[in-house]
């Protein structure tokens, strides 16, 4: 459900599949009037399809499952004009190799999409895959200018 528009939700977890449950599970709680852009990078359109059950309209969501650049995202969301977008999942969002450290280019994605929320007046909801071998404090401490859900 739509609730905070101007908002980034950032979802995070060190399972793939809650991630991609919580994503699936808000899609289906919109209403028919909801448009709404999925930005699937780490499986295919078919694979979420097929495999998950959604309850909505094809004509209320575009799923796009190919390679993305932060640029590109921008360019979906002026295009489609939707009402909520999801992002699956941050880490591989490109287009910031203009900065070469990791994390700062995670916080510049985090920082257009934050300001993509704003300027269109929509929710993005975002996955953050949590690194399995570290207690990522310094991860979550990084995003904590953002809404974060930890799973």
Request: charged share 25%.
């Given at each position: ?9 950032i979802v ?10 919580y994503?699936?599970?808000d899609?289906n709680?919109?209403?028919k009037n909801t448009k709404?852009l ?13 495999y998950?059950?959604?309850?909505i309209?094809?004509?209320n969501?575009v ?5 993305m650049?932060?640029?590109k995202i921008g ?8 009402d ?5 999942y941050?880490?591989l969002?490109g ?8 994390n ?20 993005i ?5 949590l690194n399995l071998?570290t207690s990522?404090?310094d991860?979550i401490?990084a995003?904590?200018d953002?809404?974060v859900?930890?799973l």
């Amino acid at each position: 459900m739509i609730s905070d528009k101007n908002e980034l939700l950032i979802v995070c977890d060190r399972k793939h599949s809650s991630k991609i449950d919580y994503i699936i599970d808000d899609i289906n709680r919109n209403d028919k009037n909801t448009k709404m852009l999925f930005f699937s990078l780490e499986r295919e359109k078919e694979e979420l399809l097929n495999y998950y059950s959604l309850n909505i309209s094809v004509d209320n969501l575009v799923i796009v499952d190919i390679p993305m650049t932060i640029e590109k995202i921008g360019e979906y969301i002026r295009n489609y004009k939707p009402d909520i977008v999801y992002i699956d999942y941050i880490q591989l969002v490109g287009g910031a190799m203009h900065i070469s450290n990791f994390n700062m280019q995670q916080q510049f994605i985090l920082k257009e999409l934050s300001g993509y929320a704003n300027k269109f007046h929509i929710k993005i909801i975002a996955t953050y895959l949590l690194n399995l071998q570290t207690s990522n404090k310094d991860v979550i401490e990084a995003l904590s200018d953002y809404k974060v859900l930890v799973l």
